[in-house]
């Protein structure tokens, strides 16, 4: 899962707020004092501080090109944490905000074929990504479902990509039809999909007979997990290789809560096992992954883990800490 990057702090201004549709606002940000912004590629996001202590992601929905502005876009959401709406009612023109990144948890694998599906916010990463193909020359179609057209974020930006691209509001035509693009798989064809659950849901089963590799899936929230019985858990010992460290986990408590415990902070963002943030090496033991974030094949490698939400499999686990 990791990709490489150079994360930074920055603090940026908001330079201009534009409508993209009905409850999607895009934030373009810029350099206080001008100048480049960090390099990124299609699929990356950054973390947005906001006032109270907000943090949450953003998918960098602008060009990579434009090395002087990030576009973030942001649904409101009215059964939110707060995050969406901070954004929509206290951000101005002027304002500046500290930001984090960027990250990049969805990279564009080099491929001949792909297929984009997005639903609602989801189009977000999808639209680096689909610039980044159509100058490449490979083949692509998006398939974008939404509520209603007028929910639908960027429709006047994939015009231009004609028949290549699908609109399907749910209002007019009801939902997307996967099995007609994904009951058959398709050799040499990458997936690429965003948005709410039971899309990605759905699609992943859809998928399940593809080639290992074909599906690539970004989730804004985290999926949701069988519940787990903290009684039928045990103590682990955590050993940190770098500092030396040894850290006893308690039962009902994940990796990060017990190194904080213990006055430890390693970097961290979501919480929640989406971001990425606080993506560790594991270099001995089994990690017991709740993320939803890392593949089928990367949780069976087990050498890589999201300690904000994961735990072990066995009584001891060495992390490259």
């Given at each position: 899962?990791?990709?490489?990057?150079?994360?930074?702090?920055?603090?940026?201004?908001?330079?201009?707020?534009?409508?993209?549709?009905?409850?999607?606002?895009s934030v373009h940000l810029r350099a206080p004092g001008g100048g480049?912004?960090?390099?990124?590629?299609?699929?990356?996001?950054?973390?947005?501080?906001?006032?109270?202590?907000?943090?949450?992601?953003?998918?960098?929905?602008?060009?990579?090109?434009?090395?002087?502005?990030?576009?973030?876009?942001?649904?409101?959401?009215?059964?939110?944490?707060?995050?969406?709406?901070?954004?929509?009612?206290?951000?101005?023109?002027?304002?500046?905000?500290?930001?984090?990144?960027?990250?990049?948890?969805?990279?564009?694998?080099?491929?001949?074929?792909?297929?984009?599906?997005?639903?609602?916010?989801?189009?977000?990463?999808?639209?680096?990504?689909?610039?980044?193909?159509?100058?490449?020359?490979?083949?692509?179609?998006?398939?974008?479902?939404?509520?209603?057209?007028?929910?639908?974020?960027?429709?006047?930006?994939?015009?231009?990509?004609?028949?290549?691209?699908?609109?399907?509001?749910q209002d007019e035509v009801g939902l997307l039809d996967l099995g007609?693009?994904?009951?058959?798989?398709?050799?040499?064809?990458?997936?690429?999909?965003?948005?709410?659950?039971?899309?990605?849901?759905?699609?992943?089963?859809?998928?399940?007979?593809?080639?290992?590799?074909?599906?690539?899936?970004?989730?804004?929230?985290?999926?949701?997990?069988?519940?787990?019985?903290?009684?039928?858990?045990?103590?682990?010992?955590?050993?940190?290789?770098?500092?030396?460290?040894?850290?006893?986990?308690?039962?009902?408590?994940?990796?990060?809560?017990?190194?904080?415990?213990?006055?430890?902070?390693?970097?961290?963002?979501?919480?929640?096992?989406?971001?990425?943030?606080?993506?560790?090496?594991?270099?001995?033991?089994?990690?017991?992954?709740?993320?939803?974030?890392?593949?089928?094949?990367?949780?069976?490698?087990?050498?890589?883990?999201?300690?904000?939400?994961?735990?072990?499999?066995?009584?001891?686990?060495?992390?490259?800490?």
């Open positions: 899962m990791s990709t490489t990057h150079e994360e930074r702090e920055l603090r940026l201004r908001v330079h201009q707020l534009t409508w993209e549709s009905e409850g999607v606002i480049d912004l960090p390099v990124w590629q299609a699929g990356a996001h950054v973390d947005l501080r906001l006032p109270g202590i907000i943090t949450r992601q953003y998918s960098l929905s602008g060009s990579p090109t434009d090395r002087t502005t990030w576009r973030i876009s942001v649904l409101r959401e009215a059964a939110g944490k707060g995050g969406s709406q901070a954004v929509h009612e206290t951000l101005r023109p002027g304002d500046v905000v500290e930001v984090v990144g960027p990250r990049n948890n969805f990279p564009l694998v080099a491929g001949a074929d792909y297929l984009f599906i997005a639903g609602g916010i989801g189009i977000t990463p999808m639209l680096p990504m689909i610039e980044a193909v159509a100058a490449s020359g490979a083949s692509w179609q998006l398939l974008y479902g939404g509520r209603t057209r007028s929910s639908m974020a960027f429709l006047p930006e994939l015009e231009r990509h004609g028949d290549a691209v699908r609109v399907q509001p007609a693009l994904l009951d058959e798989p398709r050799d040499g064809t990458l997936v690429y999909c965003c948005g709410p659950e039971p899309l990605l849901a759905a699609v992943e089963e859809r998928c399940a007979s593809w080639a290992p590799g074909s599906l690539h899936l970004e989730r804004f929230k985290p999926r949701a997990q069988a519940p787990v019985d903290p009684d039928a858990e045990s103590d682990f010992e955590v050993v940190l290789e770098q500092s030396g460290v040894t850290v006893t986990v308690p039962a009902g408590m994940s990796v990060l809560e017990a190194l904080e415990d213990n006055g430890i902070e390693p970097l961290n963002s979501c919480r929640e096992g989406i971001c990425g943030t606080c993506e560790t090496k594991v270099l001995a033991g089994v990690p017991d992954h709740r993320d939803s974030l890392l593949s089928d094949e990367e949780r069976a490698a087990n050498d890589t883990m999201m300690i904000c939400v994961g735990r072990a499999l066995c009584d001891r686990l060495v992390l490259d800490l």
